[in-house]
């Protein structure tokens, strides 16, 4: 079975252009939560979607938003960039949302210059 | 203050060294905590949940105190490929976010 598919694995973007990032769950997982790991520190939670509903938002600027369609996939989306959202963004999936669960994907490594 | 903590290391130990790791956790209310394992430039890796009775997993240990808001892991026997960055993680009361500590980082060298 695939695991968690990110894509593109790298990007490099110039300050003040959008990004969309895609994630394609494990099969039968119906949440995609998003992460964001700037080099050196943990991962810090941004999105959450359960059954296309947002279900949860971290502590990120309107400028981030999200999507899960109706095959459970999901796009992150970040408006106008900026240097500082250089990082490692990381999709998660699981059945129910249940944190026992979750699987990561490889992530997105985007570098905004 | 951060919400979850960990000391960034790097701990460097020889192989067959016994390591320990902390955390601490600001949010008493915290329902579940996890270890993960992150190897450089990779996704982190579920390594194992840490329960209040403690719990072992080979050569992992990994014990809650809810009272002090403090994980520990211990890993024994150590091996060159326990080399990576290990992630404390702890969920909120509410919700099913991950709570990651910054990480510490393991060398173990021949």
């Known amino acids: 079975d695939a695991g968690v598919t990110q894509s593109p694995t790298h990007l490099i973007k110039t300050r003040g252009q959008h990004v969309t990032l895609r994630c394609s769950p494990i099969?039968?997982?119906?949440?995609v939560s998003w992460y964001q790991q700037v080099l050196g520190q943990g991962p810090q939670f941004i999105f959450q979607y359960y059954e296309k509903e947002e279900r949860g938002r971290g502590n990120f600027p309107d400028r981030f938003s999200a999507r899960q369609f109706p095959n459970y996939s999901s796009e992150l989306n970040v408006n106008a960039l900026l240097l500082g959202d250089s990082a490692l963004y990381l999709c998660?999936?699981?059945?129910?949302?249940?944190?026992?669960?979750?699987?990561f994907g490889s992530g997105t490594r985007l570098t905004v210059v | 203050r951060k919400e979850v903590e960990q000391d960034p290391g790097p701990f460097n130990v020889p192989e067959g060294a016994t390591v320990a790791f902390n955390c601490t956790y600001s949010?008493?209310?915290?329902?579940?905590f996890f270890w993960y394992r992150q190897d450089c430039r990779k996704e982190p890796k579920l390594l194992m949940s840490v329960y209040s009775s403690g719990n072992e997993d080979g050569r992992f240990t990994a014990q809650l105190n809810r009272a002090s808001q403090y994980i520990s892991l211990l890993i024994r026997d150590s091996k060159l490929s326990d080399s990576a960055t290990y992630l404390c993680v702890v969920t909120p009361s509410a919700g099913n976010m991950l709570t990651f500590g910054g990480g510490t980082r393991l060398m173990v060298k021949p």
């Open positions: 998660a999936s699981s059945l129910r949302g249940q944190r026992l669960s979750y699987t």
């Open positions: 099969s039968g997982h119906k949440s």
């Open positions: 949010n008493s209310a915290s329902q579940s």
